[in-house]
């Protein structure tokens, strides 16, 4: 059974910075695309940042130079380093993994249950 459980949110303000966590169970974790995506209140789910199995990352426009995605196989885990916050950042983030591509968030084969991050101005 796949097991995603994120930790790490909460509430910073603007131009603050945040860690999120996510530890895998239940897959083969070296061998898996891992990833963040969020959902803004009212808006669709939207991909954050990948990372694949030899640790190649890609990041959405609104987030490069800010947040950096990390993996550590030997904990199972991946961490999404967040920094210089803004309150457009504010959202439900939630870890993906695939052993496919990470795409939409409609393809994405499993998730965790989400972490509110909320940035006040």
């Known amino acids: 059974q796949v097991q995603l459980v994120e930790s790490g949110g909460g509430l910073v303000q603007a131009g603050g910075s945040l860690r999120l966590s996510c530890a895998a169970s239940?897959?083969?974790?070296?061998?898996?695309?891992m990833g963040w995506y969020r959902q803004p209140p009212g808006k669709e789910r939207e991909l954050v940042a990948t990372?694949?199995?030899?640790?190649?990352?890609n990041y959405a426009d609104s987030v490069k130079g800010r947040f950096t995605i990390s993996r550590d196989n030997a904990k199972n885990t991946v961490f999404l380093q967040m920094n210089s916050l803004k309150p457009e950042d504010t959202a439900v983030y939630y870890c993906?993994?695939?052993?496919?591509?990470?795409?939409?968030?409609?393809?994405?084969?499993?998730w965790g249950q989400g972490t509110q991050v909320t940035v006040s101005s």
């Open positions: 993906a993994a695939d052993y496919g591509g990470l795409g939409p968030w409609s393809s994405v084969s499993h």
């Open positions: 239940g897959i083969t974790f070296s061998i898996i695309n």
């Open positions: 990372i694949s199995r030899v640790r190649l990352a």
